[in-house]
């Protein structure tokens, strides 16, 4: 693991957005796993910043984002979809035949996460995962499990998870309970994972991910066993992990 401290939010998304711009400049056709959440905004508005300035293209770039709410389409203000849409997607020229996300109005689980394995398999796996981390150290959706996920799959939220995207939602009744998610196949087998954390909230998550034992408890310490992973936080994530 390669820990870059950040003095704060804005000094992480611009850290974390240079890995990302570096990855599309030497492969241009470069597939990206990117999230959605508060944390990554920083990083698209910095892309988005460094497009119009003309230092990246993403004519070439494919996208395939970790999860989306069940439930919901893609026009629902609250989808997936559309935080991508009008947080990064609508701003650059990636072209929207190589933007894929879960289908939320999918009913048959089994048949939407077969397909979504089969998009990242068609275009030959991740180059660079972009991933947060949740209060209870989940990434995508994977939530904490007595396993580890494999594949694409259906997840029933906890309660710590809905709780936090209340912040998204007029009532936290509106919160969807189950979201598709890719799983940690797909990101294990990701040649670069970037690993964003901002916050006090975050610390101890980061503490169990990078500092304490492998365990499905703590979905993001399975990233331990990954051979390229850059973990990018600020001072106030960082703050329960060891100075060196």
């Known amino acids: 693991m390669r820990l870059i401290r950040a003095k704060d939010y804005q000094d992480m998304s611009r850290k974390a957005a240079n ?3 570096a990855q599309v400049i030497l492969k241009p056709e470069s597939v990206l796993g990117l999230a959605t959440g508060s944390t990554p905004i920083g990083i698209y508005h910095q892309l988005i910043d460094w497009y ?8 070439r770039v494919v996208s395939i984002n970790l999860d989306e709410y069940c439930g919901l389409s893609d026009s629902n203000p609250q989808s997936y979809s559309r935080f991508m849409r009008e947080h990064f997607f609508d701003y650059i020229n990636i072209s929207p035949a190589n933007i894929f996300l879960p289908d939320g109005t999918q009913t048959d689980s089994a048949l939407e996460c077969a397909r979504y394995d089969r998009v990242i398999v068609e275009h030959g796996g991740i180059d660079l995962q972009l991933l947060g981390i949740g209060r209870n150290a989940h990434i995508g959706f994977n939530e904490p499990d007595v396993c580890f996920s494999r594949g694409t799959h ?19 009744e509106q919160v969807p ?23 006090a909230d975050k610390a101890e998550a980061l503490q169990k991910s990078f500092f304490g034992p492998v365990t499905p408890q703590v979905p993001a310490s399975i990233l331990q066993l ?3 992973v850059t973990v990018i936080a600020d001072m106030d994530a960082l703050a329960l992990c060891p100075a060196e």
């Open 19 to 21: 890995i990302i711009s």
């Open 52 to 59: 119009k300035k003309g230092d990246v293209d993403f004519s």
């Open 154 to 172: 259906q997840v029933t939220l906890t309660e710590s998870t809905i709780a936090a995207n209340t912040r998204f939602f007029e009532r936290v």
């Open 177 to 199: 309970r189950q979201a598709y998610s890719v799983g940690m196949q797909a990101i294990m087998q990701a040649k670069k994972i970037l690993l964003i954390a901002s916050g």
């Open 226 to 228: 990954h051979q390229d």
